[in-house]
Protein backbone atom coordinates (compact mmCIF):
# COMPACT_ATOMS: atom_id res chain seq x y z
CA UNK A 1 0.00 0.00 0.00
CA UNK A 2 1.18 3.39 -0.85
CA UNK A 3 1.73 5.62 1.91
CA UNK A 4 0.13 8.81 1.85
CA UNK A 5 2.07 12.26 1.46
CA UNK A 6 0.79 13.63 5.03
CA UNK A 7 2.05 10.41 6.32
CA UNK A 8 5.61 12.41 6.39
CA UNK A 9 4.31 15.35 8.79
CA UNK A 10 6.54 15.75 11.63
CA UNK A 11 4.54 16.28 14.47
CA UNK A 12 7.56 15.91 16.54
CA UNK A 13 7.72 19.77 15.89
CA UNK A 14 4.52 20.58 16.40
CA UNK A 15 4.41 19.53 20.27
CA UNK A 16 4.20 21.40 23.52
CA UNK A 17 6.26 20.95 26.44
CA UNK A 18 5.04 21.03 30.26
CA UNK A 19 1.75 18.84 30.82
CA UNK A 20 -0.72 20.24 33.10
CA UNK A 21 -1.73 17.12 35.25
CA UNK A 22 -5.22 16.03 34.06
CA UNK A 23 -6.71 15.57 38.00
CA UNK A 24 -5.64 19.59 38.02
CA UNK A 25 -8.75 20.28 36.28
CA UNK A 26 -11.26 17.46 37.40
CA UNK A 27 -14.50 18.33 38.27
CA UNK A 28 -16.15 18.49 42.02
CA UNK A 29 -19.62 18.33 42.20
CA UNK A 30 -21.42 21.72 43.16
CA UNK A 31 -22.93 21.54 46.37
CA UNK A 32 -26.02 23.60 47.19
CA UNK A 33 -26.41 23.39 50.93
CA UNK A 34 -29.83 23.24 52.73
CA UNK A 35 -30.85 25.45 55.81
CA UNK A 36 -30.62 22.20 57.80
CA UNK A 37 -26.79 22.29 56.39
CA UNK A 38 -27.54 19.13 54.28
CA UNK A 39 -26.01 19.17 51.12
CA UNK A 40 -27.86 18.47 47.63
CA UNK A 41 -26.05 17.95 45.05
CA UNK A 42 -27.37 19.37 41.02
CA UNK A 43 -27.29 16.02 39.39
CA UNK A 44 -28.35 14.65 36.50
CA UNK A 45 -28.65 10.61 35.27
CA UNK A 46 -26.48 9.79 32.63
CA UNK A 47 -25.61 6.22 30.73
CA UNK A 48 -22.38 5.38 29.07
CA UNK A 49 -23.07 2.20 26.59
CA UNK A 50 -20.00 0.02 26.30
CA UNK A 51 -19.72 -3.87 24.54
CA UNK A 52 -21.16 -6.32 26.29
CA UNK A 53 -19.28 -7.87 29.41
CA UNK A 54 -16.83 -5.09 29.73
CA UNK A 55 -19.29 -2.71 31.84
CA UNK A 56 -17.03 -4.07 35.09
CA UNK A 57 -14.34 -2.49 33.50
CA UNK A 58 -16.21 1.12 32.19
CA UNK A 59 -17.30 1.09 36.47
CA UNK A 60 -14.05 0.89 37.75
CA UNK A 61 -13.23 3.62 35.02
CA UNK A 62 -16.28 5.80 36.29
CA UNK A 63 -15.35 5.14 40.23
CA UNK A 64 -11.96 6.24 39.63
CA UNK A 65 -13.37 9.61 37.65
CA UNK A 66 -14.85 10.04 41.42
CA UNK A 67 -18.15 9.61 40.64
CA UNK A 68 -20.02 6.79 43.38
CA UNK A 69 -23.64 6.78 42.30
CA UNK A 70 -23.50 4.22 39.76
CA UNK A 71 -25.04 1.62 38.54
CA UNK A 72 -24.22 -1.49 36.13
CA UNK A 73 -26.43 -2.47 33.73
CA UNK A 74 -26.32 -4.57 30.53
CA UNK A 75 -24.14 -2.82 28.16
CA UNK A 76 -23.35 0.24 30.02
CA UNK A 77 -23.61 1.88 32.99
CA UNK A 78 -25.81 4.76 34.80
CA UNK A 79 -24.56 7.18 36.84
CA UNK A 80 -25.44 10.69 38.03
CA UNK A 81 -23.10 13.36 38.71
CA UNK A 82 -22.95 17.01 37.34
CA UNK A 83 -22.55 17.69 33.83
CA UNK A 84 -18.96 18.28 34.12
CA UNK A 85 -18.26 15.13 35.65
CA UNK A 86 -19.93 13.32 33.00
CA UNK A 87 -17.69 15.32 30.52
CA UNK A 88 -14.87 13.74 32.52
CA UNK A 89 -16.02 9.69 31.27
CA UNK A 90 -17.11 11.15 28.19
CA UNK A 91 -13.12 12.93 27.83
CA UNK A 92 -11.45 9.22 30.05
CA UNK A 93 -13.21 6.20 29.61
CA UNK A 94 -10.94 4.23 27.54
CA UNK A 95 -14.49 1.38 27.07
CA UNK A 96 -17.04 3.70 27.04
CA UNK A 97 -18.90 3.65 23.45
CA UNK A 98 -21.41 6.70 23.86
CA UNK A 99 -22.42 8.73 27.07
CA UNK A 100 -26.11 10.08 27.45
CA UNK A 101 -27.71 11.95 29.54
CA UNK A 102 -30.92 11.66 30.64
CA UNK A 103 -33.61 13.89 29.99
CA UNK A 104 -36.89 12.62 30.65
CA UNK A 105 -38.38 9.23 32.01
CA UNK A 106 -42.78 8.50 31.30
CA UNK A 107 -44.46 6.10 32.54
CA UNK A 108 -46.21 4.70 29.79
CA UNK A 109 -48.93 1.98 29.42
CA UNK A 110 -48.63 1.98 25.12
CA UNK A 111 -47.12 4.29 22.49
CA UNK A 112 -49.98 6.88 22.29
CA UNK A 113 -49.57 7.53 26.25
CA UNK A 114 -45.62 7.96 24.79
CA UNK A 115 -47.29 10.91 22.04
CA UNK A 116 -49.08 12.73 24.70
CA UNK A 117 -46.45 12.94 27.46
CA UNK A 118 -43.55 13.75 24.93
CA UNK A 119 -45.67 16.92 23.19
CA UNK A 120 -45.99 18.73 26.04
CA UNK A 121 -42.01 18.71 26.35
CA UNK A 122 -40.08 22.01 25.90
CA UNK A 123 -38.05 20.64 23.45
CA UNK A 124 -36.52 24.18 22.11
CA UNK A 125 -34.85 23.70 25.42
CA UNK A 126 -33.38 21.03 24.09
CA UNK A 127 -32.56 21.99 20.84
CA UNK A 128 -33.28 24.40 18.44
CA UNK A 129 -36.30 24.48 15.61
CA UNK A 130 -33.12 24.80 12.79
CA UNK A 131 -30.82 21.53 14.22
CA UNK A 132 -31.34 18.31 12.42
CA UNK A 133 -32.51 15.00 15.03
CA UNK A 134 -32.78 11.82 15.37
CA UNK A 135 -34.05 8.76 17.40
CA UNK A 136 -33.00 5.45 17.96
CA UNK A 137 -35.50 3.10 20.09
CA UNK A 138 -34.07 0.36 22.22
CA UNK A 139 -36.67 -2.50 23.96
CA UNK A 140 -35.35 -4.45 26.72
CA UNK A 141 -36.43 -8.41 26.73
CA UNK A 142 -39.43 -7.74 29.03
CA UNK A 143 -40.78 -5.03 26.22
CA UNK A 144 -40.04 -7.14 23.41
CA UNK A 145 -42.36 -9.67 24.49
CA UNK A 146 -45.12 -7.21 24.22
CA UNK A 147 -44.05 -4.62 21.31
CA UNK A 148 -42.46 -5.97 18.07
CA UNK A 149 -41.78 -2.71 16.51
CA UNK A 150 -39.53 -0.33 18.07
CA UNK A 151 -39.32 2.28 14.69
CA UNK A 152 -43.42 2.91 15.58
CA UNK A 153 -42.27 4.35 19.01
CA UNK A 154 -39.48 6.15 17.29
CA UNK A 155 -42.08 7.87 14.84
CA UNK A 156 -44.58 8.94 17.50
CA UNK A 157 -41.63 10.43 19.66
CA UNK A 158 -40.66 12.62 16.38
CA UNK A 159 -44.36 13.43 16.11
CA UNK A 160 -44.26 14.46 19.37
CA UNK A 161 -41.33 16.56 18.94
CA UNK A 162 -42.87 17.67 15.51
CA UNK A 163 -45.97 18.65 16.48
CA UNK A 164 -44.63 20.74 19.52
CA UNK A 165 -42.51 23.00 17.43
CA UNK A 166 -44.88 23.26 14.92
CA UNK A 167 -47.54 24.33 17.41
CA UNK A 168 -45.40 26.74 19.00
CA UNK A 169 -43.03 28.16 16.11
CA UNK A 170 -45.09 27.38 12.82
CA UNK A 171 -42.03 25.31 11.70
CA UNK A 172 -40.95 22.06 12.90
CA UNK A 173 -36.82 20.31 12.84
CA UNK A 174 -36.35 18.09 10.48
CA UNK A 175 -35.05 14.56 10.49
CA UNK A 176 -31.65 13.01 9.31
CA UNK A 177 -30.77 9.88 10.06
CA UNK A 178 -27.51 10.23 8.57
CA UNK A 179 -25.45 12.66 10.84
CA UNK A 180 -27.79 14.93 12.52
CA UNK A 181 -27.31 17.63 14.85
CA UNK A 182 -28.93 15.80 18.07
CA UNK A 183 -29.78 12.06 18.74
CA UNK A 184 -32.12 10.93 20.76
CA UNK A 185 -32.25 7.09 22.24
CA UNK A 186 -35.63 6.08 23.45
CA UNK A 187 -34.92 3.14 26.31
CA UNK A 188 -38.50 1.18 27.06
CA UNK A 189 -38.32 -0.77 29.93
CA UNK A 190 -41.14 -2.67 31.10
CA UNK A 191 -41.91 -2.11 34.44
CA UNK A 192 -41.48 -5.00 37.19
CA UNK A 193 -44.36 -6.82 37.89
CA UNK A 194 -46.78 -4.24 35.90
CA UNK A 195 -48.76 -4.31 32.82
CA UNK A 196 -46.77 -0.08 32.76
CA UNK A 197 -43.20 0.63 31.09
CA UNK A 198 -40.56 3.12 31.56
CA UNK A 199 -40.06 5.11 28.43
CA UNK A 200 -36.69 6.88 29.16
CA UNK A 201 -35.47 9.53 26.47
CA UNK A 202 -31.84 10.41 26.41
CA UNK A 203 -29.62 12.55 24.39
CA UNK A 204 -26.49 11.18 22.88
CA UNK A 205 -23.36 13.70 23.97
CA UNK A 206 -21.30 12.42 21.87
CA UNK A 207 -21.90 11.76 17.88
CA UNK A 208 -19.00 10.01 16.78
CA UNK A 209 -18.51 6.88 18.72
CA UNK A 210 -15.76 6.71 21.31
CA UNK A 211 -14.52 4.19 20.15
CA UNK A 212 -13.35 6.00 16.93
CA UNK A 213 -10.67 7.71 18.44
CA UNK A 214 -9.10 9.10 15.02
CA UNK A 215 -5.95 7.05 14.25
CA UNK A 216 -7.39 4.47 12.18
CA UNK A 217 -7.59 4.84 8.01
CA UNK A 218 -11.14 4.66 7.27
CA UNK A 219 -10.99 2.92 4.07
CA UNK A 220 -9.01 -0.23 6.19
CA UNK A 221 -11.38 -2.59 8.18
CA UNK A 222 -9.79 -3.78 11.00
CA UNK A 223 -11.66 -6.59 13.19
CA UNK A 224 -11.47 -4.88 16.59
CA UNK A 225 -12.90 -1.44 17.87
CA UNK A 226 -10.27 0.52 19.85
CA UNK A 227 -13.01 0.06 22.49
CA UNK A 228 -12.95 -3.79 22.75
CA UNK A 229 -9.14 -3.61 22.06
CA UNK A 230 -8.13 -1.31 25.40
CA UNK A 231 -10.71 -3.72 26.88
CA UNK A 232 -8.59 -6.82 26.08
CA UNK A 233 -5.29 -5.08 27.46
CA UNK A 234 -7.25 -3.86 30.56
CA UNK A 235 -8.19 -7.26 31.44
CA UNK A 236 -4.69 -9.02 31.12
CA UNK A 237 -2.17 -8.57 33.65
CA UNK A 238 0.41 -6.08 31.81
CA UNK A 239 2.10 -3.94 33.79
CA UNK A 240 3.38 -1.57 31.82
CA UNK A 241 6.39 -0.38 33.88
CA UNK A 242 7.66 -3.49 33.98
CA UNK A 243 6.93 -6.14 30.95
CA UNK A 244 7.62 -6.01 27.25
CA UNK A 245 4.56 -6.16 25.24
CA UNK A 246 4.32 -8.21 21.98
CA UNK A 247 1.25 -8.63 19.41
CA UNK A 248 2.61 -11.39 16.94
CA UNK A 249 0.07 -10.88 14.83
CA UNK A 250 -0.32 -7.31 14.93
CA UNK A 251 -2.66 -6.43 12.44
CA UNK A 252 -3.44 -2.83 12.09
CA UNK A 253 -1.93 -2.39 14.94
CA UNK A 254 -4.88 -1.46 17.51
CA UNK A 255 -3.84 -3.43 20.68
CA UNK A 256 -0.37 -2.33 20.08
CA UNK A 257 -1.59 1.29 19.96
CA UNK A 258 -4.41 1.35 22.75
CA UNK A 259 -1.36 -0.47 24.82
CA UNK A 260 0.93 2.54 24.15
CA UNK A 261 -1.97 4.96 25.21
CA UNK A 262 -2.23 2.90 28.30
CA UNK A 263 1.62 3.04 29.00
CA UNK A 264 1.52 6.84 28.11
CA UNK A 265 -1.48 7.74 30.24
CA UNK A 266 -3.05 9.63 27.56
CA UNK A 267 -6.81 9.99 27.26
CA UNK A 268 -8.33 8.37 24.44
CA UNK A 269 -10.03 11.55 23.13
CA UNK A 270 -6.50 13.13 22.41
CA UNK A 271 -6.80 13.02 18.90
CA UNK A 272 -10.44 14.34 18.75
CA UNK A 273 -9.03 17.46 21.46
CA UNK A 274 -6.42 17.75 19.10
CA UNK A 275 -9.23 18.75 16.10
CA UNK A 276 -11.04 21.08 19.00
CA UNK A 277 -8.09 22.83 19.72
CA UNK A 278 -6.22 23.33 16.60
CA UNK A 279 -9.50 23.41 14.31
CA UNK A 280 -11.95 24.28 16.48
CA UNK A 281 -14.47 21.37 15.21
CA UNK A 282 -16.95 20.27 17.46
CA UNK A 283 -16.13 16.67 17.92
CA UNK A 284 -18.79 15.86 20.08
CA UNK A 285 -22.11 16.58 19.50
CA UNK A 286 -22.98 18.40 23.11
CA UNK A 287 -20.94 21.08 22.12
CA UNK A 288 -23.55 22.04 19.63
CA UNK A 289 -26.54 21.92 22.31
CA UNK A 290 -28.35 24.86 23.39
CA UNK A 291 -27.71 23.82 27.18
CA UNK A 292 -23.67 23.59 26.73
CA UNK A 293 -23.86 26.81 24.38
CA UNK A 294 -25.44 28.91 26.62
CA UNK A 295 -23.56 27.43 30.00
CA UNK A 296 -20.65 29.89 30.14
CA UNK A 297 -18.85 27.70 33.30
CA UNK A 298 -19.51 24.37 31.43
CA UNK A 299 -17.57 25.73 28.45
CA UNK A 300 -14.97 27.01 30.29
CA UNK A 301 -14.49 23.72 32.37
CA UNK A 302 -14.70 21.77 29.28
CA UNK A 303 -11.93 24.42 27.55
CA UNK A 304 -9.58 23.50 30.81
CA UNK A 305 -10.45 19.93 30.44
CA UNK A 306 -9.53 19.46 26.92
CA UNK A 307 -6.48 21.75 26.73
CA UNK A 308 -4.94 19.58 29.76
CA UNK A 309 -5.54 16.77 28.10
CA UNK A 310 -4.10 18.61 24.25
CA UNK A 311 -0.75 19.40 26.52
CA UNK A 312 -0.61 16.20 28.26
CA UNK A 313 -0.71 13.48 25.13
CA UNK A 314 1.49 16.13 23.69
CA UNK A 315 4.19 15.82 26.08
CA UNK A 316 3.56 12.42 27.41
CA UNK A 317 3.86 10.91 23.67
CA UNK A 318 6.90 13.00 22.66
CA UNK A 319 8.43 11.94 26.19
CA UNK A 320 8.04 7.99 26.06
CA UNK A 321 11.32 6.82 25.49
CA UNK A 322 10.37 3.15 26.05
CA UNK A 323 11.24 0.13 23.73
CA UNK A 324 8.78 -2.49 25.01
CA UNK A 325 6.46 -2.56 22.33
CA UNK A 326 6.94 -5.09 19.36
CA UNK A 327 4.76 -5.72 16.27
CA UNK A 328 4.78 -8.81 14.07
CA UNK A 329 2.58 -9.85 11.34
CA UNK A 330 2.95 -12.06 8.04
CA UNK A 331 1.86 -9.50 6.15
CA UNK A 332 3.67 -5.98 4.42
CA UNK A 333 -0.06 -4.79 4.35
CA UNK A 334 -0.92 -4.95 8.25
CA UNK A 335 2.32 -3.89 8.90
CA UNK A 336 2.42 -1.14 6.82
CA UNK A 337 -1.22 -0.46 8.03
CA UNK A 338 0.14 -0.51 11.60
CA UNK A 339 2.87 2.06 10.63
CA UNK A 340 -0.01 4.61 9.03
CA UNK A 341 -2.07 4.01 12.58
CA UNK A 342 1.16 4.83 14.80
CA UNK A 343 2.18 7.62 12.74
CA UNK A 344 -1.94 9.06 12.74
CA UNK A 345 -1.84 8.15 16.62
CA UNK A 346 1.51 10.56 16.70
CA UNK A 347 3.21 8.09 18.41
CA UNK A 348 7.16 7.93 17.97
CA UNK A 349 7.53 4.72 15.18
CA UNK A 350 11.12 4.14 17.44
CA UNK A 351 8.90 3.21 20.43
CA UNK A 352 7.50 -0.44 18.63
CA UNK A 353 9.67 -2.78 16.57
CA UNK A 354 7.90 -4.27 13.84
CA UNK A 355 8.89 -6.59 11.78
CA UNK A 356 7.26 -9.44 8.65
CA UNK A 357 7.85 -12.72 10.60
CA UNK A 358 5.84 -16.20 10.87
CA UNK A 359 4.13 -15.90 14.37
CA UNK A 360 4.76 -19.94 14.62
CA UNK A 361 8.81 -19.32 14.47
CA UNK A 362 9.52 -16.05 15.83
CA UNK A 363 11.64 -16.14 19.49
CA UNK A 364 11.13 -12.89 22.10
CA UNK A 365 12.80 -9.78 20.82
CA UNK A 366 13.52 -8.65 24.70
CA UNK A 367 13.40 -10.92 27.83
CA UNK A 368 10.40 -11.66 30.22
CA UNK A 369 8.86 -10.21 31.99
CA UNK A 370 6.03 -9.96 29.54
CA UNK A 371 2.94 -10.51 27.53
CA UNK A 372 2.68 -12.05 24.17
CA UNK A 373 -0.66 -11.29 23.04
CA UNK A 374 -2.24 -12.12 19.49
CA UNK A 375 -5.68 -11.95 17.97
CA UNK A 376 -5.09 -14.32 14.77
CA UNK A 377 -7.93 -14.90 11.91
CA UNK A 378 -10.63 -16.96 12.78
CA UNK A 379 -11.83 -18.31 9.66
CA UNK A 380 -15.25 -16.79 8.32
CA UNK A 381 -15.08 -18.39 5.20
CA UNK A 382 -15.95 -21.82 4.20
CA UNK A 383 -13.05 -23.86 4.36
CA UNK A 384 -11.13 -21.59 5.96
CA UNK A 385 -11.69 -22.96 9.10
CA UNK A 386 -8.97 -26.52 8.78
CA UNK A 387 -6.32 -24.60 7.26
CA UNK A 388 -6.31 -22.38 10.33
CA UNK A 389 -6.03 -25.29 12.74
CA UNK A 390 -2.62 -25.62 11.73
CA UNK A 391 -1.67 -22.17 12.46
CA UNK A 392 -3.71 -22.49 15.90
CA UNK A 393 -1.80 -25.61 16.51
CA UNK A 394 1.80 -24.29 15.51
CA UNK A 395 1.07 -21.22 17.60
CA UNK A 396 0.64 -23.12 20.43
CA UNK A 397 3.81 -25.29 20.88
CA UNK A 398 6.06 -21.54 19.26
CA UNK A 399 5.19 -20.51 23.05
CA UNK A 400 5.64 -23.60 24.52
CA UNK A 401 8.81 -23.67 23.54
CA UNK A 402 10.42 -20.54 23.17
CA UNK A 403 8.48 -18.05 24.88
CA UNK A 404 9.45 -19.48 28.71
CA UNK A 405 8.44 -16.80 31.45
CA UNK A 406 6.00 -14.80 29.25
CA UNK A 407 2.55 -14.25 29.88
CA UNK A 408 0.52 -15.68 26.46
CA UNK A 409 -3.28 -13.86 25.34
CA UNK A 410 -4.95 -15.28 22.28
CA UNK A 411 -8.11 -13.56 21.05
CA UNK A 412 -10.79 -15.46 19.36
CA UNK A 413 -14.20 -16.16 18.55
CA UNK A 414 -14.00 -19.48 17.29
CA UNK A 415 -14.30 -22.77 19.98
CA UNK A 416 -12.64 -25.08 17.36
CA UNK A 417 -9.75 -23.41 16.36
CA UNK A 418 -8.49 -22.45 20.12
CA UNK A 419 -8.99 -26.01 21.00
CA UNK A 420 -5.87 -26.75 18.83
CA UNK A 421 -3.54 -24.68 21.30
CA UNK A 422 -2.30 -27.41 23.62
CA UNK A 423 -1.41 -25.52 26.43
CA UNK A 424 -3.12 -25.29 29.92
CA UNK A 425 -5.88 -21.73 30.42
CA UNK A 426 -4.87 -20.40 33.42
CA UNK A 427 -7.81 -17.77 32.78
CA UNK A 428 -10.76 -17.10 30.20
CA UNK A 429 -12.82 -13.87 29.91
CA UNK A 430 -15.68 -13.29 27.75
CA UNK A 431 -16.05 -10.70 25.13
CA UNK A 432 -18.71 -9.43 22.62
CA UNK A 433 -17.22 -8.50 18.83
CA UNK A 434 -20.42 -6.67 18.02
CA UNK A 435 -22.63 -9.66 18.58
CA UNK A 436 -19.91 -12.05 18.03
CA UNK A 437 -19.25 -14.10 21.21
CA UNK A 438 -14.88 -14.31 21.89
CA UNK A 439 -13.15 -15.21 24.68
CA UNK A 440 -9.33 -13.64 25.84
CA UNK A 441 -7.51 -16.64 26.94
CA UNK A 442 -4.16 -16.96 28.87
CA UNK A 443 -1.78 -19.19 29.30
CA UNK A 444 1.24 -19.32 31.62
CA UNK A 445 4.41 -20.57 30.00
CA UNK A 446 6.79 -22.22 32.24
C1 LIG B 1 -7.59 -10.81 12.92
S1 LIG B 1 -6.17 -10.03 12.27
C2 LIG B 1 -5.50 -9.12 13.62
C3 LIG B 1 -6.19 -7.83 13.78
C4 LIG B 1 -5.61 -6.87 14.78
N1 LIG B 1 -5.86 -7.29 16.15
C5 LIG B 1 -6.18 -5.47 14.53
O1 LIG B 1 -6.84 -4.93 15.41
O2 LIG B 1 -6.01 -4.97 13.45
C6 LIG B 1 -5.08 -11.37 12.14
C7 LIG B 1 -3.70 -11.03 11.61
O3 LIG B 1 -2.89 -12.21 11.72
C8 LIG B 1 -1.94 -12.17 10.67
N2 LIG B 1 -1.39 -13.54 10.51
C9 LIG B 1 -1.97 -14.64 10.00
N3 LIG B 1 -1.12 -15.69 10.05
C10 LIG B 1 0.04 -15.25 10.62
C11 LIG B 1 1.28 -15.84 10.96
N4 LIG B 1 1.52 -17.14 10.72
N5 LIG B 1 2.22 -15.08 11.51
C12 LIG B 1 2.02 -13.76 11.76
N6 LIG B 1 0.85 -13.13 11.46
C13 LIG B 1 -0.14 -13.87 10.90
C14 LIG B 1 -2.76 -11.67 9.49
O4 LIG B 1 -1.91 -11.15 8.48
C15 LIG B 1 -3.65 -10.63 10.14
O5 LIG B 1 -3.08 -9.36 10.03
Known amino acids: MAVKKEYKRDYKKERTREPKKISDVKSTPRAKVNADGTKEFDQSTFFASCPKEVEYLLEQEIKDL ?17 TEQALDVLLQSRIASR ?57 LLKDAIADNFREKFGERP ?54 LAAAIVMTTDFNPDADIFTDTMCGTGTLLIEAILIRAKVAPTYLKIRKYIEKKIPVFDFIKHPWFMVDRKSQRVFDEKAQAIYNHSLAALNELQTRQFFGFDISDRALETTRIHLHNAMIDQQIVTLNK ?17 CNPPYGERMGEEEELKDLYKSYGENLKHNFKGFRAYVFTSNPLLRKEISLGTSKRHTFYNGSLECRLLKYDLY
Open 66 to 82: GITRIEVEKGGVAFKAE
Open 99 to 155: VFKELQVYTISSEKDLYALAKEKWWDKVFSVHQTFKINTLFDRETKENFTNSIIFSQ
Open 174 to 227: SVDTGRPDITFLLRVERKPGTALYNARILVDMVGEPLSNRGYREESLKAPLREN
Open 357 to 373: RDATKITPMDEAPGIVI
